[in-house]
């Protein structure tokens, strides 16, 4: 027969005797009890206030917390200033006179239900949102592998690759040898050739006078030309075989022939995963509100910067623009007013190659003489960055703090972008999954030193970023972590019908990437994946550096007539 207390199928039993059906409950003590031992157990400690209540109304008693400060006393209030459960000898005390005090139940009613929801929450929607999470990162783990599996492949091909030039490379220079070997024997042969010849001359020539000396013959002697040696004392030239020299490359230099790889990163975004919710998260509703763009956009402000070669803008604030050119001055300007309210000079000489505003509302500008970026707080300019085999160009600050910094190399070959904080280098952006350059190279000194820069950047709201790359007469998107997204290479037909040039660019708070075309003198407006929407051609002149403010008013300054204009291009 099966023991009624060791049954799983077995109703509860006292916890004192293990025999009854339990038919009572201590709140107190949190014991399952029968009737018959309820006694019992209120007698084996009589120092507790026991709340025995029956089996089906158990833990309908409230459990008050013991005072800290009064023992034996049970907090039925809670003092609300100091945040803490009190006892009545407590209030009596005077301690918490003029205090704002609730029933503890209350505050914990209050509790239970925030706890409730927090959990609701937790188990609906945090929890769920983890789980999305975790396979995110899993799927980018497997898709990590295959990359770089991928990757892996595309090196060994090459290799390959390289070891079949080299083959044929190999196999043509000792042709050459054996080219170069056998001219020159066929010609030293021929040489030899004719010394045997003037050999086999001599000794004819000498057996000869050996019988005209040896015998009495006279007419024989007279027969002997007159100087017989004479015709042999000049020697033959002599040929010294010159061998080629085999100079072989150095092979420290190979690895940059072959090809290199870019720095690996992890970048960091703490928007990047979103609560999975049917309610409108916090981020949604922060989005900006969808504006459309006008039938014709409409210049709003007209100002005269006094630039020989103005290239650059930059919003301060709504208020008050900042602009560089070819020279050592930036100018503050209010956009409003149209009047100069500052210049900033640096070291005659030198003088900004692009400009941008950090979050906090400092000055950076990248120098390219100086090989540095730099900082302007409270007027004084600090050096952040100083590269060493890098020129830096374009620079703009992103939303995290960061610097994007495009440079050039020194041989002017390799062009890169470097994300920074403060000083220290995070990401480096140069090449595309099959290892070839982003950006274009080899730009031509005349350019580097008029202009300084051949590529501007900006970054967009969703973190993509954006460089005009003239050279290459493409703008060039990649994400944030480098991987390339499109080109955009202009819209036909061109209002001049003109190469494409973009110059400066910038992006709005609807993520439209906007570019200046000097050569067509317009900015173009592309969507965030590259599609064309429109040209802006307000009557412009060589547009060069863009921004925009807060309003999403364009910013741009003209190089063709040295001036800014405010466009007004979205309703």
């Given at each position: 027969m099966m023991d009624p207390r060791t049954s799983a199928q077995d109703v509860m039993r006292c916890d004192l005797c293990e025999t009854a059906v339990v038919q009572m409950h201590c709140d107190t003590c949190l014991v399952n009890l029968c009737k018959a031992c309820v006694g019992e157990h209120i007698s084996t400690d009589e120092s507790k206030d026991h709340k025995v209540v029956k089996f089906q109304s158990r833990k309908s008693t409230p459990l008050y917390p013991g005072c800290t400060s009064h023992t034996k006393q049970q907090c039925t209030m809670y003092c609300n200033q100091c945040d803490i459960p009190v006892c009545t000898k407590c209030i009596a005390s005077g301690q918490h006179l003029g205090h704002e005090l609730s029933e503890i139940i209350q505050i914990a009613e209050e509790k239970k239900d925030k706890i409730i929801k927090e959990v609701i929450e937790l188990r609906e929607t945090i929890y769920p949102t983890y789980q999305d999470i975790a396979s995110d990162v899993q799927n980018r783990m497997s898709q990590l592998e295959k990359e770089y599996g991928d990757l892996s492949t595309a090196i060994t091909k090459h290799g390959e690759d390289w070891h079949r030039e080299i083959d044929k490379f190999v196999k043509k220079l000792k042709a050459e040898v054996d080219e170069m070997k056998n001219t020159q024997l066929q010609t030293l042969q021929k040489h030899l050739d004719e010394i045997n010849k003037t050999m086999s001359d001599i000794k004819d020539e000498i057996d000869s006078t050996d019988i005209a000396t040896g015998t009495n013959d006279l007419s024989k002697l007279f027969s002997v030309p007159h100087s017989l040696i004479n015709t042999y004392r000049n020697l033959p030239q002599k040929l010294e075989p010159i061998l080629p020299k085999f100079i072989p490359g150095k092979i420290q230099e190979l690895s940059k022939l072959f090809g290199v790889l870019s720095s690996s990163s992890l970048?960091?975004?703490?928007?990047?995963?979103?609560?999975?919710?049917?309610?409108?998260?916090?981020?949604?509703?922060?989005s900006p509100p969808v504006k459309q763009l006008l039938d014709e956009p409409e210049t709003v402000t007209t100002i005269a910067i006094g630039y020989g070669q103005p290239l650059n803008v930059a919003c301060l604030s709504d208020e008050e623009i900042l602009t560089s050119g070819h020279n050592n001055t930036m100018k503050l300007f209010s956009i409003n007013q149209g009047s100069l309210l500052k210049s900033i000079t640096i070291e005659l000489g030198k003088h900004p190659s692009d400009i941008t505003v950090t979050k906090s509302g400092d000055l950076v500008y990248t120098d390219p003489y100086d090989r540095t970026v730099n900082i302007v707080k409270n007027e004084k300019i600090e050096e952040v960055i100083r590269l060493q085999n890098w020129i830096p160009h374009g620079v703009c600050s992103t939303s995290s703090g960061d610097l994007l910094v495009i440079m050039v190399s020194n041989d002017n070959k390799q062009t890169k972008i470097v994300r920074y904080s403060g000083s220290t280098e995070k990401q480096t952006i140069q090449f595309n999954d099959q290892g070839r350059p982003l950006y274009s190279s080899k730009i031509p000194v005349f350019f580097m030193l008029i202009f300084d820069k051949h590529c501007y950047i900006t970054e967009n709201r969703n973190l993509d970023i954006c460089v005009s790359d003239w050279r290459a007469n493409a703008v060039v998107v990649v994400c944030q972590a480098g991987k390339l997204r499109f080109r955009y290479t202009g819209h036909t037909p061109t209002p001049k019908n003109q190469p494409f040039y973009p110059r400066g660019i910038t992006t709005d708070s609807q993520s439209h990437i906007l570019t200046a075309d000097d050569n067509?003198?317009?900015?173009?407006?592309?969507?965030?994946?590259?599609?064309?929407?429109?040209?802006i051609d307000c009557g412009l002149s060589e547009p060069w550096g863009l921004c925009t403010d807060t309003n999403d008013n364009l910013l741009v300054v003209e190089n063709g007539n040295r001036k800014m204009k405010k466009i007004k291009y979205l309703k």
């Open positions: 970048i960091s975004d703490k928007h990047g995963y979103r609560m999975k919710t049917t309610q409108k998260s916090p981020e949604a509703g922060s067509n003198e317009v900015v173009h407006i592309i969507d965030q994946d590259g599609q064309f929407l429109r040209y």
